[in-house]
């Protein structure tokens, strides 16, 4: 922080979030680390989890709340030269395990740590519930959500936000459900990085929101653009099958897909229609960027229509569609002697070879001698 500040690199409409826990200590240096900035998110947490309590804090349900609104109180109180100097500095607050702990002691905690901040419908404080440890289904976290924002006494004067992350494999479902259950923020990390098995996908959350409808308000229109600078900077590598940016999400090998998408695209050209209607893509791969990158790819599992859809696509060629079938044996013949992915070029070529190359109207294609 202090090296971003101090180099001017932090513009003046970005807001800062700095995560501390509730010790004092670390408080006092994490306002050290933000003097200067212009807009500030400061999030403090506790764990209040019943595992935590009992193994690591030894403590019951008042010692942890002590711990919560000591920090508010210091917080609060360090804050105030800040905010009256300009900062705009604004408070988070996690009760981290949310999802092991008991609802009521949740709402009772956060509700402590609302009236320590001296939290205001004007001066909202953001409560962040987090699935440190996702350990129940997404519905089941859904209603405890639910619960717990009917109960807060303090409602008015919080911003309920979501920190999932995914160790079932489920945070992108969670955070689904929790938005619907009433949270109004989530805090996500590009392409799901995080500890264990990361945390939530804003690209997945954010498309599968467009594809609904709802715009997410987030320009993912390059996406590749975004693959490249996560793996430049983190070294980490985007799997070929991730949701959206994959390098094979918008590619189909199945020959039934590829009849159904050459279909579909031939049905959008002759209909002129206004909505994306192509089998098997949910969305269309232009408007994350994706407008140059093979839709269709040709093996063993392809079939006439891939070839078809390659020739036109690619070439220029508008096959009849009785010849797709003749066209489709030839391609897989060539695929069945390779063993591997064929290239567009070599369809090509083989279409070349098959249609055009052609030294006269007969050619013997094989014979046998027998004698008698």
């Known amino acids: 922080c202090r090296e971003l500040l101090g180099d001017g690199n932090i513009p003046d409409d970005v807001t800062i979030q700095v995560l501390v826990q509730a010790r004092e200590h670390l408080i006092k240096k994490t306002f050290e680390a933000i003097r200067g900035a212009k807009n500030v998110i400061l999030h403090f947490y506790n764990s209040t989890s019943t595992l935590q309590r009992k193994v690591v804090f030894h403590m019951d349900t008042d010692g942890i709340t002590k711990i919560a609104t000591d920090a508010a109180d210091l917080i609060y109180e360090m804050s105030q030269p800040l905010i009256q100097s300009g900062m705009n500095l604004r408070f988070e607050y996690s009760p981290e395990s949310f999802m092991g702990t008991e609802m009521d002691y949740a709402v009772e905690v956060c509700q402590a740590v609302l009236e320590h901040l001296h939290a205001a419908p004007e001066r909202k404080v953001i409560l962040n519930l987090p699935t440190t440890v996702e350990n129940c289904m997404p519905?089941?976290?859904?209603?405890?959500?639910?619960?717990?924002?009917?109960?807060?006494?303090?409602?008015?004067?919080?911003?309920?936000?979501?920190?999932?992350?995914?160790?079932?494999?489920?945070?992108?479902?969670?955070?689904?459900?929790?938005?619907?259950?009433?949270?109004?923020?989530?805090?996500?990390?590009?392409?799901?990085?995080?500890?264990?098995?990361?945390?939530?996908?804003?690209?997945?959350?954010?498309?599968?929101?467009?594809?609904?409808?709802?715009?997410?308000?987030?320009?993912?229109?390059?996406?590749?653009?975004?693959?490249?600078?996560?793996?430049?900077?983190?070294?980490?590598?985007?799997?070929?099958?991730?949701?959206?940016?994959?390098?094979?999400?918008?590619?189909?090998?199945?020959?039934?897909?590829?009849?159904?998408?050459?279909?579909?695209?031939?049905?959008?050209?002759?209909?002129?229609?206004?909505f994306w209607e192509i089998p098997y893509l949910p969305i269309d791969p232009a408007d994350v960027g994706r407008e140059y990158e093979p839709i269709i790819r040709i093996n063993s599992q392809s079939g006439k229509g891939g070839a078809a859809y390659i020739m036109e696509h690619n070439f220029g060629f508008d096959l009849p569609k009785a010849m797709h079938p003749e066209f489709g044996s030839v391609v897989q013949h060539e695929t069945d002697a390779v063993g591997t992915e064929i290239t567009p070029e070599r369809i090509n070529q083989l279409f070349h070879q098959t249609y055009i190359e052609v030294e006269g109207p007969y050619k013997l294609l094989k014979h046998a001698l027998q004698e008698t």
Do not use: W
């Not at 993912?220 to 996560?230: D, G, T, V």
């Open 139 to 274: 519905n089941q976290f859904a209603d405890m959500l639910e619960y717990f924002i009917r109960r807060l006494p303090s409602r008015d004067c919080a911003i309920i936000s979501l920190h999932p992350h995914n160790d079932r494999g489920t945070g992108v479902a969670t955070t689904e459900m929790g938005l619907l259950a009433g949270a109004e923020r989530v805090e996500a990390t590009l392409f799901g990085n995080g500890e264990r098995t990361g945390n939530v996908d804003m690209i997945t959350l954010a498309l599968n929101m467009y594809t609904q409808g709802v715009d997410p308000r987030l320009d993912f229109s390059n996406i590749n653009k975004i693959r490249e600078m996560y793996e430049r900077c983190t070294k980490m590598k985007v799997g070929e099958r991730q949701p959206y940016a994959g390098e094979l999400v918008f590619t189909a090998f199945s020959g039934s897909h590829q009849d159904a998408i050459n279909k579909g695209t031939q049905y959008m050209k002759e209909s002129n229609s206004d």
